[in-house]
Structures are given as structure tokens and as C-alpha cells.
């Protein structure tokens, strides 16, 4: 007990000066990684607390209509005289939820089936070319198809564009498998008479886990865009739902006049889907250095 | 040499009848009637029993993806629910918008990402190279529709040098024609730069640190040939794979700039029916797009025995 009390003097004791030095250190060797999560970091910080800093998104003011920004206003108001500002804040949240959402959503599906299909020669033929002919769809039309054929909420819109971002996981864990199935301690372990559900969850499926953090990060860059791009087509969340592609869906006509309804959320889109594709390129720098001189 | 492209041919159309099933499937398999969907909100009870009566919807499953698969081979692509028009005449009258802007966007991307990349790889480390780099980063972030807003604010409203939006057909002249395309092109092109211009760099520095570079440049081969015949010709597989697959990024981002510049294309024909829930048009455009695919990719992987003589399959 007073040893233990002891140490937490000592390091309470060693100056907070060296954590500042080691974290000084890892901003300089991984300054990506470090500015896209410090920006994903405040605007999920921005996302999570939006009532407490933004305005009503909802609320329309007729008389306000397509002010400029203004102190009142601080990105101005749109064609119904809703605060852009509070829109735009708003809209993180349906941004980063979406990205997420079918970031871990395609994960998990992708993930089984290429287990399955990596170890199970008779299933990868067959699995391989349903997954060939998925991807050969372009991605933002199966979701125009999807969402057309249901109707239209968050969670067809995540559904929609999981599906085509399955196969890409699909390949890669299934290509991890290939090369780590034939490794001697796997040999060993199904000598050994191991359970395959132990080889493949104890054995193989942690060797998955690096280039599938990358992986996840670039299908939420996507995800996101692809979000955007469908609200903005208007196959995606409903309208009423302020979300950066229904805001610049509903300004189009507005370019000239008030350009800020436009630029308010496309550059906050374009911001996020960055934050997110740094911190992928700093994680795959960290995590996959075979990929990572590829590159 | 005929053997791998036949085979790879088969294989071509066993993907496309597979991305058949899929696009089938997904009206047959979404939850609600299929009748019902098609008929759109408004239509009556009979209209709905018409419908299922017409398409055949009380055979079994297989029986209906035969009939369908037989008619779509044959260039049926159905009726549209909205205008009573073969889906197939309704994409040949916007074929001309599509395909100039999808050529275009090809060309200019391609030319100048092989250029950039080439140069960037030459001169790694310099300016050239950093600028890629942003370019890269840019273009992977910046979604087409803002770039293209930016690009009409810009070019079209504040400078006033090219037209806000819309098309001309090539046959009413050049000019008019090209005039429109610029900023579409640029808009649609930038993510496809990118994409090529990264690739480029990375096939042409691994060629680079290659002993016969070295021997070619002892032997006093000047730089232009010594880039383009030694270097890039051999550098050339990862580039045009890369080509092939991002066509796709074309494809998804033709709908989306043909609505953001207000060009009458196929594109624009799909964005019109989501909101009147024209499933026929959907489900044809994504087979003639599914379908553009895979057979520039199939030519992709035939041009690499051409490429690099070495590959045998």
C-alpha cells in the first residue's frame, strides 16, 4: 500500500512537463493522425453540445430570409430565413452519426463473411463473385435504388450505402486470411485440434484488426460524402432533417444571392471528410507500413 | 492468348448477370409490392392489379428473372412509369450530354494526372511533388458538388468568363459546346486526378530506382524519352488499373454534376425519377452504368498483355 502511495507521488511528482514533451514528440512524428483528430475531436465535441452553442436550425423567419452573415447571424440565413449556422452544427451530428454508423456496420458484415470465405475455400468462389458483381454497381446509384424502393429515413440511407462499401472489407480480411491460414502457428493449432471458430476468432481474426482500422476510417470519409451526395440528390435523409447535402440541395437556386448558404455546409463537409482522411492516413502510416510506403 | 480472353470475357458476363440478379432482387426482395411501388403513391387498386398483371408478378421468382434477364439482353429496359416511354429511348435521347462530359472529364484527367504524376515523381521532394500532394488530399475531401458551386461562383457568376450551366449539343457547334464542359469537367475530373496523379507518382518512383533507369541515364538518354519510353511505358500496369477502376468515381459523380451544372443527361433521367419513384429508369440506368464498368475494365485487363508482355495467364 505505501509503495503503491509512494509511485503515485513519484509520477504525480514528475512534472506534467514530461507528458507535454512526449505528446510534443508524437505531434511531430505523426502530424497527420494528430490534425485530423484534433479536428474530428472539436467538431464531435461541436456535434454532441450543438443545443448549448447553436440557435433553433429549425425555426423559419420569412422576414429574414437570405440575410448575409451578421453578428446576429453568424453564416446568415437561407431562402426560409433559418440560421446557417445553426444548420450547419446541427448537420455534424447527422454527418458523423451516418459515418460511423456504416463505418462499424461494414466492419462487422464484411468482416464475418471474409472470415468465412478466406477459410472456407468452397464458400470463396461463389462469395467472391456475388461480391465482384456488388461492387461493379456504382455505389451512390444501388443507394438511389434502395432508398427509392423504401422510404426514406437515416437508417435506409446508413443501409444503402453499407452495402456497397461490404465489399471492400470483404477482400481485405480475406486476403489477410489467405496469407496468415497457411502461417505455422495456425497449421499448429488446427494440428493441435483446435475449434475452427477458436482458429478463426483467437488466431486469425486479430491479425484483421491494423488494416481494418484503416480501412473503417476511409469508409466513414466515404460514407459521409456518399450521405452528402444522396441528400443533395434528394435520395437521402429526409428533407425536413437539417443535414449539409439538404442545405445545399435547398440553396441551389440561391448561389448567387447568398452564397454562404452553400459554402456554410460544403465546407464543412469538406473539413470533416479531410479530418477523417488524415487521421486514416495517419493511422495507416502507424498501423500498416507495408501500405503506407505503397502510397 | 485467345483462351485468356475468352475466359476472362465469361467471366465478364457472369459479373454482369450476377449485378442482373442483384438489381432484380432489389425490387422483388424490398419490403412492400413490388406493383405498388411501381404504380407510385397515387395509383388506384386496379392500376396496382394491372400492373402485377402486366409484369407477370403472380409467376415464381425464377420465372420473372428469366422473362426480365431474356428482355434486357434483347434492349428491353422496361416501360417508364412516368412518361410511358421504353427506359432504353429514354437514355439514348440523353446519351450525347453523358458521354461528352464522361469523354471530356477522361482525356483532360487522364493527360494531366499522367503529366503531374510523371513530373512529380521526376522531381520528388520538389514543389511540383508538395502541390501534388495538396491536390491529392483536396481532391479525395472536396466533394464534387461544392467544387463545382465553387467553380460557378467563381468562374461563372463573379468573373463572368464561362457560362453558369447547361449544355449544347455538339452538331450546334464546337464552341458553344466546349464552353459548357469546362467547369463540369473540372469539377468532376478533380477527385479522378487525384486518384491517377498518386498512383503515377508511386509506380514511376519504384521504376525509377530501377538499374536499367540508371543504365539509361549513363548511356546519355535525355530526360523527355528517358521518362516517357523507359520509365512510364514500364510503370504503366498500376496506372491503367487505376484508370479502369475509377471509373466508377466518373459514373457516381456524373449524376451528381449533370444536377449541379443542369446538364439534360442519363444522370439527370435518374435523379428525375427518384422523386417519381420510376423504378424502370432506376434499375436501367444502373445496369447500362454496372455495365460500362466492367467492360472497361475488361479492356483494361486486356490492354496489360499489351503493356507488359511478360504476363501470361
Known amino acids: 500500500m505505501a509503495t503503491a502511495t509512494a509511485g503515485a507521488f513519484v509520477a504525480a511528482e514528475a512534472p506534467s512537463r514530461r507528458r507535454g514533451a512526449r505528446l510534443r514528440r508524437f505531434i511531430r512524428r505523426n502530424p497527420t493522425l494528430f490534425a485530423g483528430g484534433a479536428i474530428l475531436s472539436l467538431v464531435a465535441l461541436v456535434a454532441l453540445v450543438a443545443p448549448l452553442i447553436a440557435g433553433d436550425p429549425l425555426t423559419m423567419q420569412p422576414a429574414q430570409r437570405l440575410r448575409p452573415p451578421s453578428e446576429a447571424n453568424w453564416l446568415g440565413t437561407d431562402n426560409l430565413g433559418r440560421d446557417v449556422f445553426s444548420r450547419t452544427v446541427y448537420g455534424a451530428r447527422v454527418s458523423l452519426f451516418v459515418g460511423l454508423s456504416v463505418a462499424s456496420f461494414s466492419v462487422v458484415v464484411g468482416l464475418f463473411i471474409g472470415l468465412l470465405t478466406g477459410y472456407f475455400r468452397r464458400v470463396d468462389a461463389v462469395a467472391m463473385r456475388l461480391m465482384d458483381g456488388l461492387m461493379a454497381i456504382p455505389a451512390i446509384l444501388l443507394a438511389i435504388a434502395l432508398v427509392a424502393l423504401t422510404r426514406a429515413s437515416v437508417m435506409t440511407v446508413i443501409v444503402a450505402i453499407t452495402i456497397p462499401e461490404v465489399p471492400r472489407v470483404v477482400r481485405l480480411v480475406r486476403s489477410v486470411v489467405l496469407s496468415v491460414r497457411e502461417a505455422p502457428y495456425v497449421e499448429a493449432a488446427i494440428a493441435g485440434g483446435t475449434p475452427v471458430w477458436k482458429i478463426l476468432f483467437r488466431h486469425i481474426l486479430p491479425n484483421t484488426v491494423p488494416p481494418l482500422i484503416v480501412q473503417a476510417t476511409y469508409i466513414c470519409a466515404s460514407a459521409i460524402l456518399i450521405e452528402a451526395a444522396l441528400s443533395f440528390l434528394g435520395a437521402g435523409t429526409p428533407p425536413e432533417i437539417p443535414t449539409w447535402g439538404n442545405m445545399i440541395a435547398q440553396s441551389r437556386l440561391f448561389l448567387s444571392r447568398a452564397p454562404w448558404t452553400i459554402f456554410a455546409p460544403g465546407i464543412a463537409l469538406a473539413v470533416v471528410v479531410l479530418a477523417v482522411n488524415l487521421l486514416g492516413d495517419g493511422l495507416r502510416d502507424r498501423l500498416d507500413p507495408r501500405l503506407a510506403r505503397r502510397m | ?313
Open chain 2, 1 to 313: 492468348m485467345l483462351a485468356y480472353i475468352a475466359r476472362r470475357l465469361a467471366s465478364t458476363v457472369l459479373v454482369m448477370g450476377i449485378v442482373g440478379v442483384f438489381v432484380f432482387l432489389l425490387l422483388h426482395l424490398s419490403p412492400g409490392d413490388p406493383a405498388a411501388i411501381i404504380a407510385g403513391d397515387n395509383a388506384t387498386p386496379e392500376q396496382i392489379a394491372g400492373i402485377r398483371q402486366r409484369l407477370g408478378l403472380e409467376d415464381p421468382l425464377p420465372v420473372q428473372f428469366l422473362r426480365w434477364a431474356v428482355a434486357v439482353v434483347q434492349g428491353d429496359l422496361g416501360i417508364s412509369i412516368f412518361s410511358n416511354e421504353p427506359v432504353i429511348k429514354l437514355i439514348g435521347q440523353r446519351i450525347e450530354p453523358t458521354l461528352s462530359l464522361a469523354l471530356t472529364t477522361l482525356i483532360v484527367a487522364v493527360t494531366l494526372a499522367v503529366t503531374f504524376g510523371v513530373l512529380a515523381a521526376w522531381r520528388a521532394g520538389s514543389w511540383i511533388d508538395r502541390s501534388l500532394m495538396v491536390v491529392s488530399v483536396l481532391g479525395f475531401s472536396v466533394p464534387v458538388f461544392v467544387v463545382g458551386y465553387m467553380l460557378i461562383y467563381v468562374f461563372a457568376i463573379t468573373l463572368r468568363w464561362l457560362p453558369v450551366q447547361g449544355y449544347a449539343p455538339l452538331g450546334e457547334g464546337f464552341g458553344p459546346w466546349i464552353e459548357r464542359l469546362v467547369l463540369p469537367s473540372i469539377a468532376l475530373g478533380l477527385a479522378y486526378v487525384a486518384l491517377i496523379a498518386r498512383i503515377t507518382r508511386t509506380a514511376m518512383l519504384d521504376v525509377l530506382a530501377e538499374d536499367y533507369i540508371r543504365t539509361a541515364k549513363a548511356k546519355g538518354v535525355a530526360t523527355a524519352p528517358m521518362l516517357l519510353k523507359h520509365a512510364l511505358k514500364n510503370a504503366g500496369v498500376p496506372i491503367i488499373t487505376v484508370i479502369g477502376i475509377g471509373v466508377a468515381l466518373l459514373i457516381g459523380g456524373v449524376v451528381i454534376t449533370e444536377t449541379v451544372f443542369n446538364i439534360p443527361g442519363v444522370g439527370r433521367l435518374v435523379v428525375d425519377a427518384i422523386s417519381k419513384r420510376d423504378y424502370p429508369i432506376i434499375q436501367g440506368v444502373i445496369l447500362l452504368f454496372s455495365g460500362v464498368y466492367v467492360v472497361v475494365n475488361l479492356m483494361v485487363d486486356l490492354t496489360y498483355t499489351v503493356l507488359d508482355p511478360r504476363i501470361r495467364y
